[in-house]
């Protein structure tokens, strides 16, 4: 058994109704598709394959240590790239964000499941993977006088699973207390 997680934030249903239409809008006018086999989200830690029932339980108990967190508030605001190969919505950073992304991460960090993890970096993917990049160009060309700005409130984050070839919700971690987190047992406290 071998299961593929991805940790992410996912947008309203009526803000990720606007995204999805972008997307597919810069699906067929480009012919390119990758990004639609995927959720509208904010990936918070990349996917990871599990394969033993223990390594699940472990990841899942790790999120819920992460999910102590103050509710926040995130926008999206207008169009970005990762040059010649990622066409995204800017996801501005804030501190409820980067803290919860430091949370996740130092809660998975002991189980060991990525080499090396990336800077992160947020952002919302429109386009990626099958761009080429001659038709990177026009879609960048295309949008950049455009704008975009959606907010919406962030009070969980979810973990997504892969089956049947599509990414499917999995679970979802509503925020807790900080107040609330069980402090850890010290002999000098």
Request: overall charge positive; hydrophobic content about 40%; charged content about 30%.
């Amino acid at each position: 058994m071998e299961n593929l997680f991805l940790v992410c934030l996912v947008p309203p249903v009526s803000i990720t109704e606007d995204i999805d239409e972008i997307r597919t809008y810069i699906s067929e006018k480009f012919n390119v598709h990758e990004s639609l086999k995927r959720p509208a989200h904010i990936t918070l830690y990349p996917p990871v394959k599990l394969s033993a029932y223990e390594a699940e339980k472990s990841f899942f108990k790790a999120l819920t240590d992460a999910s102590f967190s103050q509710p926040f508030i995130q926008v999206l605001r207008n169009f970005n790239s990762f040059p010649e190969h990622t066409f995204y919505l800017d996801v501005e950073q804030n501190e409820g964000l980067m803290t919860l992304e430091k949370q996740i991460s130092k809660a998975l960090q002991p189980l060991k499941l990525l080499e090396k993890k990336e800077k992160f970096n947020p952002h919302l993917t429109l386009a990626f993977r099958d761009v080429k990049p001659p038709i990177f160009k026009q879609i960048a060309t295309e949008f950049k006088d455009r704008k975009f700005k959606r907010e919406f409130s962030v009070s969980s984050f979810s973990v997504y699973k892969h089956m049947d070839k599509k990414w499917q919700p999995f679970k979802e971690f509503s925020f807790k207390n900080p107040d609330t987190k069980p402090k850890a047992l010290s002999l000098f406290g």
